[in-house]
DNA sequence: CTGAAAGCGCTTACAG
DNA sequence: CTGAAAGCGCTTACAG
């Protein structure tokens, strides 16, 4: 039938998947057993020179790449550490992934990725696969799949579950809003409104309640009205509503603080649709560092983050419970954040 | 010593582990056999509806958990693909890798993703260790790490090497290219001026091939010092820098096509430093669409991507080739591309 | 310094 | 319809 397949002897639905070379070929042509062959590649010190030599010789001729699968089944430990977050198309998730494939690709471990769009069935799912491939930790950023605590190493980040978990790490959300705020009543705001997430997240919660204790602590009075929430994906059509809810109010505000780069982007985008200028008519300050955040205009104060930081963190703190084991709670990690001066707050 | 730990008898030195039950087990608890325990999970009809059930339940109070590692290593094949990419932190590849994920995790693989910063010597780490996890197949957004292909079904994406793997998808470039000249030609442009990438990449060759063929269509003439080529990473930086070179040049062009969304906003930075407006003094368009090219300062003209398109089509060409096998050439995919007119190339 | 043997947890011919 | 046995490719006590 078929038969256009170019080597003979090939079954019709196997691909074209070269046999590897196995430990047993590497040591028959070593001359040794699979043992010592086995002992010689791992550079065991129980081995002689020579023979390592004759090893080493063996597997380089045959091309030999060690077959981890079998390996990680009778270590009993696949070196494997999973990573579930919301969206990897999202820039935060993905610095935070690439933070944490760093250090744990330098303590020997794979990282498994799954993305799983904020449902919470594909997050149980992808926590049980995570599970039946036996990693040795997990780095979760929930989305809410979690209903009972997936058993093993987890080290929750971005969104907190509190006193669960190995660790926790996230960013310094009320310090950052603080920040923010602050620099805002600076300039002379005394009517500062808020743009936020849902306060069903440790980012929308944290943030919601670090603007309001800012504004206690300067001794403003925060207006009615003036704290919008956005969607649940923290849209910039949604910053740009709640900012034409906070402009139609009888007497709007003269500055804002939007939780994030993509509600700030929006609510900018109001202000311009609306005829107004930022600074002049209203002040703008951001949580996250939009991507280009000095090429808009006008140039966008925010806090500048460290993703990248944050994800090497949680992935050292699952390494750490790895190496030491677990006692006590959770161990709870905030990553600073920098406030980076630009204009649209009405610096010059 | 030590004798902190919560739960009696546990070494030191393992971390709080629970030990899963195994198939054994389950078959012990539902008074079976392992085989037949496996098929009853597998839902195998060779298996009485009765005995399934008592299986399933046995497997359920346990909470037993699979050992892919086990079956990986049993049936010779790990189901993973992995895919590597230059930078997970780049939207693009982000993009690319949900779009992968998908397809692959509804086929039933898990996708092992490795992000190589663009160094050589990472990704030939990564193809090994990929290789080693005997994953079925891979998909490659090469840096140049690739000196002997890497046995085993490869599907290249982004960065093609020609007639190597099994099939390889990267964007229309040479289309979009002239999609964008046409649209600023139309603008009665004939001084239209490049600025892209250098051209050892893929889409850095195509690009400008495309470029000159559009303007060579369209009976312009190439301006010497007219295409512009930026650094390795594409930065704005660089975009910036080939913006004042163009900007310098004796007959400056009236229209830049920038070969990324990068080189474009560092184009338009670079205009507006130079007290230059767009699209009024310089008309700008862009290859790709930056993440928020509508909120800009003008909203930017460029081409609308389809980067989970481009992840989805590579996986499926690998999902293919592992079903029927490969044979002949790889097969090449261009994914279309759309123009999105905005305001900076003068379109009211 | 080296080797024979057991076993990690599954799946799957083979036999009944 | 069910089970006993072999084996995937390693590593590692145990013995010498």
Known sequence: MAGSGQSAGAATTVPARAQHPTLVDVARQANVSASTASRALQDSPRISEPTKRRVRAAARKLGYEPNRIARSLRTRSANFVGIVVPDIGIGFYSRVVKGAGDVLEKA???????????????????????????????????????????????????????????????????AGMGLLVEHLAGHGHERIAYIGGPVSSTSGEERLDGFRRSIARLGLAELPGSTQIGDAVWSSASGAEAMRRLLELPTPPTAVVAASDTLALGAMQACRDAGLRVPADVALASFDDPAFGELLDPPITALARNDRRLGELAASLVLHALEVGVDGPPSEVRVPVELAVRRSCGCP
Do not use: C, W
């Open 108 to 174: 020997g471990y794979q990282m498994l990725v799954m993305s799983t769009e904020r449902e919470a069935e594909r997050e149980r799912k992808a926590l049980r696969t995570l599970l039946e491939h036996r990693v040795d930790g997990i780095l979760l950023a929930t989305s809410g799949g979690v209903t009972n605590l997936p058993r093993g190493l987890v080290v929750f980040f971005d969104n907190i579950v509190p006193d669960v978990g190995v660790a926790n790490v996230a960013l310094a959300n009320r």
